[in-house]
């Protein structure tokens, strides 16, 4: 019988986020567990988007990591929406749904995706590992109908900058840089590189 030690290491993601499990899946990827980070999200006085991401991403792999003795890799990530150095967060509410894409509206901002590998202490010797991808997104001028039609339509619930790439707001983003899995949720090509490098993933 080999050794347990042998075995290849559990897969769990740090998210309970259907789009970043979909998203796995679309490069053959199902976690072995899906734990939640739970944890205060709000961001620093004065935390730039690009490290509050990083902050984040890194903390929910660690927290899930600190539960898991066995051997297993941690995926944490998150993604932040950036007007400036205005962190536009996840959203709840409609009026501040309607605040959102009303900045949003005519002008281009940036989304800040970033994702953590963690390794359980079940891995001795391994060293956490991290990405952060930019991409931009751009709307075109939308008018107070445009607005309130995409508050009808509900997509902008739980999501950073009351928007969703792949949801009806895309009938008015004219332009996206970068990466589009990053800016729905997880970069697929520096995650799948952060698990090659780590000997996981042995996908082409």
Not at 55 to 63: I, M, S
Not at 66 to 92: C, M, N, S, W
């Amino acid at each position: 019988m080999a050794d347990s030690a042998q075995k290849k290491p559990l897969f769990i993601l740090a998210s309970a986020s259907p789009r970043r499990l979909a998203l796995l899946a679309q490069i053959g990827l199902k976690p072995d567990r899906i734990v939640a980070a739970d944890l205060d999200e709000t961001p620093y006085k004065n935390e730039l988007p690009r490290l509050y991401a990083r902050r984040l991403a890194h903390a929910k792999a660690a927290c899930v990591s600190a539960q898991y003795t066995e051997p297993a890799f941690i995926l944490g990530a998150d993604t932040v929406v950036a007007v400036g150095r205005r962190i536009l967060q996840k959203t709840e509410d409609e009026d501040v749904a309607r605040r959102h894409l009303t900045l949003l509206s005519g002008r281009r901002h940036r989304v800040f995706t970033s994702v953590a590998l963690y390794p359980s202490a079940g891995l001795s010797g391994r060293k956490p590992v991290e990405r952060t991808v930019e991409s931009y997104v751009a709307f075109a001028r939308m008018t107070s109908q445009h607005i309130e039609a995409l508050i009808r339509q509900g997509d902008w619930r739980g999501k950073a900058g009351s928007y969703a790439l792949q949801g009806a707001a895309a009938s008015h983003i004219r332009q996206i840089g970068g990466s589009p899995s990053a800016i729905i949720g997880l970069p697929l090509f520096e995650t799948a590189q952060l698990l090659r490098g780590q000997n996981f993933l042995s996908i082409p």
